[in-house]
């Protein structure tokens, strides 16, 4: 792998419980360099509290533990919220799944992106207004000075995305965590955020994390895949080869999409079987984890 961004090993989140420890993530590893990670599975997998584990957003009593969490080399595990603080936004960033709750309702665009920016450049007045006119204009919003003082609530839902997703980068982080960033939109918003993301990823050498349950999209979009379940990575391999998957659970997960091309009267049922929880990963890539 190319330009190692972010290396993980054994990374476990836990929270107590009445009946005891809930272990949401337990003993996820992978190394991401510049390129699109595709992270799947289904509901409460423990794909979106990984990456939030990743950016220290794991508040108390939630527990977090890692036998390496490096960015860059170094050592990025349980930092102090001050110096976790200075890395999100000017290192790594994290799209949310829906901008109606991720963007304050009572503040503009424009003023939201140029608070991202002038916390980590340290740039202010026209300087910031100018960078946030050019992220509009980047993830090809039309008349991006007439949205730049418009409020949430005044953006469609694909906009909106686009707006979370400008101000993510407008710190010009080295890695972006995309939590489900189109789960929301329809079919042709959805294609046009993901050439916007493609084409800023690609263009600025970033990493991209891409947290999804839609597999045919992550088969589409990424070049590695990682397959979650239960807080484990069950299997990881080339985003090419996921259709011709190896671990049960992953197939039954692709057995379940429906499919234009082969008609039936009852989609197939995933039968999860209770070893799933505890074996190892598997990878068809060299070097796999």
């Given amino acids: 792998m190319s330009d190692l961004l972010l290396s993980i090993r054994n990374l476990r989140v836990s929270f107590p419980t009445r009946s005891g420890v809930f272990e949401a993530v337990r003993g996820v590893s992978f190394d991401l360099g510049r390129e699109r990670l595709g992270v799947v599975g289904e509901s409460g997998s423990g794909k979106s509290m990984t990456g939030r584990a990743i950016l220290g957003l794991v508040r108390p009593p939630g527990k977090v533990s890692a036998d390496r969490m490096d960015l860059n080399g170094q050592s990025i595990l349980n930092l102090p919220e001050r110096k976790m603080r200075a890395l999100r936004g000017s290192h790594i960033s994290m799209v949310m799944q829906d901008p109606k709750f991720s963007l304050n309702p009572v503040m503009t665009v424009g003023q939201q992106i140029m608070e991202s920016y002038r916390l980590h450049s340290g740039q202010s007045g026209r300087s910031a207004r100018d960078k946030a006119i050019e992220m509009l204009r980047a993830v090809q919003i039309r008349d991006p000075e007439r949205v730049f003082d418009a409020y949430p609530h005044e953006v469609s839902g694909g906009m909106g995305q686009r707006i979370m997703i400008a101000m993510m980068l407008a710190p010009d982080p080295e890695i972006l ?113």
């Fill in 177 to 289: 965590i995309a939590d489900e960033p189109t789960s929301a939109l329809d079919v042709s918003v959805r294609n046009e955020v993901l050439r916007i993301m493609d084409k800023l990823v690609t263009e600025r050498g970033m990493g991209l994390i891409f947290v999804s349950h839609d597999l045919n999209l992550v088969a589409q979009f990424c070049d590695r895949v990682l397959i979650m379940y239960a807080g484990r990575v069950v299997e990881e391999l080339a985003a090419k080869d996921l259709h011709s998957a190896t671990h049960p659970y992953t197939q039954g997960l692709l057995n379940s999409l429906p499919r234009l091309d082969h008609q039936v009267e009852r989609l197939a049922v995933l039968q999860r079987q209770e070893s799933w929880r505890e074996e190892e990963s598997t990878s068809s890539l060299p070097g796999g984890l």
